[in-house]
């Protein structure tokens, strides 16, 4: 993917290796945190516009609570479960030492002009609009079932 945005001249090779790790990560979490547990609909969307400068990556997964319950059994929200995955080193996969890649997404927006929406459950992250800034957890109005991330650049 990163090859393409270059070529197509619209990003620089750096930010083309940043959307590529962000989405790479995102992709990588809906895979390995679903394996065997789909509950409906196998697989991950993906998506991408070069000229809309945006990339879509969507799954009908358990959802980042659900993943992370099994190692964090006191999470009882939605937004809690963002939190905990975008700010704390913990895996939905223990005992396997991991849990690295939703921090490295969140630096990576914070400190470029990559604007991220991720939603799960009822909780939404969101990064400064046409900036670079802290990322915000909040409640969201509707229910999203599994996850899905829209990354403009």
Request: glycine share 10%; proline share 3%; charged share 25%.
């Amino acid at each position: 993917m990163g090859l393409l945005l270059v070529q197509a001249d619209s990003v620089s090779e750096d930010t083309a290796s940043l959307l590529t790790t962000v989405a790479g990560e995102i992709g990588d979490n809906s895979f390995m945190h679903n394996i065997g547990n789909w509950p409906d609909v196998l697989g991950i969307f993906f998506a991408y516009d070069i000229g809309k400068r945006v990339i879509v990556l969507a799954d009908r997964g358990q959802g980042v609570r659900k993943t992370l319950s099994r190692v964090r059994p006191t999470i009882e929200t939605d937004v809690e479960a963002l939190r905990v995955a975008f700010t704390e080193i913990v895996s939905g996969r223990e005992p396997e030492k991991r849990g690295n890649g939703l921090k490295v997404v969140r630096r990576i927006v914070e400190l470029n002009p990559i604007h991220l929406l991720f939603r799960s459950g009822v909780a939404v992250v969101k990064s400064p609009k046409e900036q670079s800034g802290s990322i915000t957890i909040a409640a969201a109005s509707e229910n999203v079932r599994g996850a899905y991330a829209v990354i403009k650049f």
